[in-house]
């Protein structure tokens, strides 16, 4: 049977937008989770271009609720901060942005920190948006390694972007940054939405999946578990026969989850359940 780590699922905070970091600190023990995937937003996390809020309070509070921050998720698709930005002052205050989310990542214990390459206008030539994604993430490599950070790239939906939402497209970003610090991240959404599976990306990158938005779906959605039309067991089984020992990120997003998150999060972990080996 295909199994898990207890520690590798994590939990995210996206759908606790009308609630406190601690009501959702005290949700996430509640259900059982150990690791965090933080997403730095208000009202959880504040970071912008300038700086980031005290990390050590955050660390704090997650180590006396038996939890860590394996993931650090800066905000990166709402139009705030967008890598691809084609105005130079929006990209370089964005690029401002990003590298605080690194250095905040370092601060708060999170080894990886999760991005992806919205941001370029759908009226410019998709080549000169991929152009600046690909400088971009050069620029970011050497600052994710100074502080012992990974940065995963995810590929995202087309309603989105007009670049990198595909696995092919991902591939050829990968190969043209070319760091060791930027490597790759699965999200099943945008894999279910672009017809692509699992085995496809782990026979592609193999090791280089450092992280995973693992989630259900219709394929849109990201879904609790069970309420999407993803095989899980086949799902993990395949994490398996590639030994991936990376985090499962819960990023569940659809609003109808929003209301009782803690609810959500309670059946959405008791799916895993039956997958824990510890």
């Given at each position: 049977?295909?199994?898990?780590?207890?520690?590798?699922?994590?939990?995210?905070?996206?759908?606790?937008?009308y609630?406190?970091l601690?009501?959702?600190?005290?949700?996430?023990?509640r259900a059982g989770?150990?690791?965090?995937?933080?997403?730095?937003?208000?009202?959880?996390?504040?970071?912008?271009y300038?700086?980031f809020?005290?990390?050590?309070e955050?660390?704090?509070?997650l180590?006396?609720?038996?939890?860590?921050?394996?993931?650090?998720?800066?905000?990166?698709?709402?139009?705030h901060y967008l890598?691809?930005?084609p105005?130079?002052?929006?990209?370089?205050?964005?690029?401002q942005?990003?590298?605080?989310?690194?250095?905040a990542a370092?601060?708060?214990g999170?080894?990886?920190?999760?991005m992806?390459?919205?941001?370029g206008?759908?009226?410019?030539?998709?080549?000169?948006?991929y152009?600046?994604?690909?400088?971009?993430?050069k620029?970011?490599?050497?600052?994710?390694?100074?502080?012992?950070?990974t940065?995963?790239v995810?590929?995202v939906c087309?309603?989105?972007?007009?670049?990198?939402?595909t696995?092919?497209?991902?591939?050829?970003?990968?190969?043209?940054?070319?760091?060791?610090?930027?490597?790759?991240?699965?999200?099943?959404?945008?894999?279910?939405?672009?017809g692509?599976?699992?085995?496809?990306?782990?026979?592609?990158?193999?090791?280089?999946i450092?992280?995973?938005?693992?989630?259900?779906g219709?394929?849109?959605?990201?879904?609790?578990?069970?309420?999407?039309?993803?095989?899980?067991?086949?799902?993990?089984?395949?994490?398996?026969?590639?030994?991936?020992?990376?985090?499962?990120?819960?990023?569940i997003?659809d609003?109808?989850?929003?209301?009782?998150?803690?609810?959500?999060?309670?059946?959405?972990?008791?799916a895993?359940?039956?997958y824990?080996?510890?």
């Amino acid at each position: 049977m295909a199994h898990l780590r207890r520690e590798q699922v994590a939990g995210k905070n996206t759908h606790y937008v009308y609630y406190s970091l601690d009501y959702f600190l005290d949700a996430q023990q509640r259900a059982g989770f150990k690791t965090i995937e933080l997403l730095g937003a208000a009202p959880h996390f504040l970071i912008d271009y300038t700086g980031f809020q005290d990390t050590a309070e955050v660390r704090e509070k997650l180590e006396s609720r038996g939890m860590k921050i394996g993931i650090f998720t800066p905000e990166c698709a709402a139009y705030h901060y967008l890598l691809c930005s084609p105005d130079p002052d929006f990209h370089k205050r964005s690029m401002q942005y990003f590298q605080q989310g690194i250095k905040a990542a370092g601060m708060l214990g999170a080894k990886i920190m999760l991005m992806n390459c919205i941001g370029g206008t759908w009226d410019e030539a998709p080549g000169a948006t991929y152009e600046r994604a690909v400088k971009s993430m050069k620029e970011l490599g050497p600052v994710a390694a100074e502080n012992n950070v990974t940065i995963a790239v995810e590929t995202v939906c087309p309603e989105e972007s007009k670049i990198i939402t595909t696995l092919p497209e991902l591939e050829r970003l990968y190969k043209d940054v070319g760091h060791p610090n930027v490597k790759i991240a699965l999200d099943t959404v945008a894999m279910g939405v672009a017809g692509e599976t699992p085995r496809q990306w782990f026979e592609t990158f193999g090791k280089e999946i450092v992280h995973c938005h693992f989630v259900d779906g219709r394929p849109y959605g990201h879904l609790v578990w069970g309420d999407g039309l993803y095989p899980m067991d086949r799902y993990i089984q395949v994490l398996n026969d590639f030994g991936y020992e990376g985090y499962l990120g819960q990023e569940i997003t659809d609003g109808q989850y929003f209301a009782d998150p803690a609810s959500a999060d309670l059946r959405n972990f008791k799916a895993f359940e039956p997958y824990f080996i510890d």
